[in-house]
């Protein structure tokens, strides 16, 4: 069914810091492997190999650079960007199947692929460019929260998170309950100031971005150490002797 | 966004059919022969939009499961609406063409289903709140508009099709106009996308190469080109067509009329995705700036 659930029990979600975030796309390599191998049709490329390859992602990484306002140095954010479980989310309402729908147990919006038509409509309401249809199997692919990693009880309960989470190397990405204000994500998004993407549109992101710091601005003076005075040491005897008939020849 | 053909030939055919239909349970149906004629016309445009527009899909072998969301979805509400306004005009067209009896109640009930499907289709694109240029009130106003223009001209209404081809020119400008804007009204930009303060510029693209999402929704007209575009549509959707009938009102010149009406919704139509843009264009880094 894809009315929204009236109650969600858990806000499940991530939390991108992107003061932390290197742009390295290891999360985006990670998810592709695990969701190409596990929950649905496998992620798909076409022409591969070829002059023209597009494939279907499930998280991307954008890289913009910021002009502060009022000057100062220009600064580079690395900006993942995959489903953002959206509490309203607009995706789920507008198909026309059922295949789309959102938890009521953990907040997360999947897509049964056996009930998609593939008509595309999820993703012309997602604001965020959060769906992409894969091209070989004609079904809508999204994050899923990688719902087959976190419940399951065959991984070591260290990888019991999403793969994008698991893999990155600079601890840019948490996972958690963003329902419970006392969970470790809510607390970081109280502390750090997270907020939501595109808040216009009225969807109610779960996920949330910590923003980041503002680049340190330079308080006058010179902007490199003194330069050292170079030490000048003659040469004596045999190498000095060396040093004259070298220069000679 | 992408003006996919089947989506276009869609919506310009089935809502010229179903304008055509809801003309026909108004009065404009005649009986025997000349009726089937109508309808096969009325039937062909509007079913032919419908058979097009499951070329898009993914997986159009699952198309039932369409007809299950109805209590949220517009496109699921589009599916009954047509099949209920197709069933109910089908016995109308055999009492007409067979029985020579037109049953009146039937073919209100059936004209007013037809301009209701139209309405249904049209709130499929008007409900995008990502597509600002779309999310108007005008979206469904100049589809019914456009699908009562077709159904007054097959129908040889000559006053009232000259009455709403003269409307229906400075109703599409108004759409066009109050849809330029509209992007950046809403306050949509790189800042509320990104969240970020300041200036913002993409500086890497996340791939290299293209994707699902520039694909359908990164399509940009040239701006000068939608210019020349919208004065060809003007001239073919309500000008040239209101001009041939009013130098007669022979069956002749209602055809071309008709041609005409109908090439320049096509334009209409193209334009009408070809200029939508989506909110995810901003975190490529396309700025509102342009309409």
Redo the contacts between chains.
Sequence with gaps: ???LPERIERKLGLVID?DTCV?CHAC?ISCKGWNTENYGAPLSDMDAYGA??????LN??????????GGGCA???H?P?SCLHCEDA?C????????SYKRAEDGIVLVNE????????C???????AR????A????KKCTLCVDRIYNENLEEVDRVPACVRTCPAGARHFGDLGDPDSAVSQLVAERGG????????TKPVNK?L??RPKDRLTGGVATAPVLPTERRDATGFLAWLDRTLEKI | MHPAPSVILFTVLSGAGFGYLAFLGLGAASTGWPAFWQFALAFAMAVGGLVSSVFHLGNPQRGLLAFTQWRTSWLSREGWASVATLLIMAVFAISAIFFGSIPPILGVIGAALSVATVFVTSMIYAQMKTVPRWNSPLTPTYFIACALTAGAILSATWSLALILLIALGPLQVFCWMSGDGRFAQRGHDMNSATGLHGQIRMFESPHSGTNYLLQEFGFQVARRHAAKLRVICICLISVLPAITLLIGAHPIAFGLAFALHLLGVFVSRWLFFAEARHVVQLYYGREAAAA
């Design positions: 069914m894809t009315a992107l742009g985006v023209d390859p597009v494939g279907t992602f991307r990484v954008h890289s913009y650079e910021i002009q502060p306002e600064q580079t954010v900006f960007k607009p789920v309402t507008v198909c026309p199947t059922g295949a056996d009930a998609c038509i593939g008509c595309g409509l993703a012309w309401a997602c604001p965020y460019g992409e249809m894969d091209q199997e004609g079904v809508m907020f939501d993407l595109m808040p216009e549109q009225g971005y923003p980041p």
